[in-house]
């Protein structure tokens, strides 16, 4: 991650936004279509109406955030990117924290339906 930069540098054409720790990470193998209970810790975590916003491969969910904790659905699988935001849609405008990386093992023979 960056820290800093010199002062001579031009601005950096991206946003920095607050650290997100969840916690777990990973998942066992069995437990792929489980929906699972995570715990988010970041700056403003107290506030309401937030959304933990999920990216995986052409999808995007959004679960409520409530009591410092999401349920993420048991449909998720692989490497999936998520970001904490005032707004379903998440954006630059709307993220709070984040991104964090979670990774979903599934099997090889895993079906997508």
Partial sequence: MIVSCPSTNPPLPAKAFSALTVSPITFPVDSKSAEKVITL?????AATGQFFVLKSGLDVTAVPIKDGKATLPGNLQGTV???VSTDQ???DA???AG?????IPFDSHV???
Wanted: proline share 5%; hydrophobic share 35%; net charge negative.
């Fill in 41 to 45: 810790s970041y700056a403003n975590s």
């Fill in 81 to 83: 990117y998520a970001v």
């Fill in 89 to 91: 849609d998440a954006n």
């Fill in 94 to 96: 709307t993220t709070i």
């Fill in 99 to 103: 991104p964090v990386i979670l990774t």
């Fill in 111 to 113: 079906s997508n339906d």
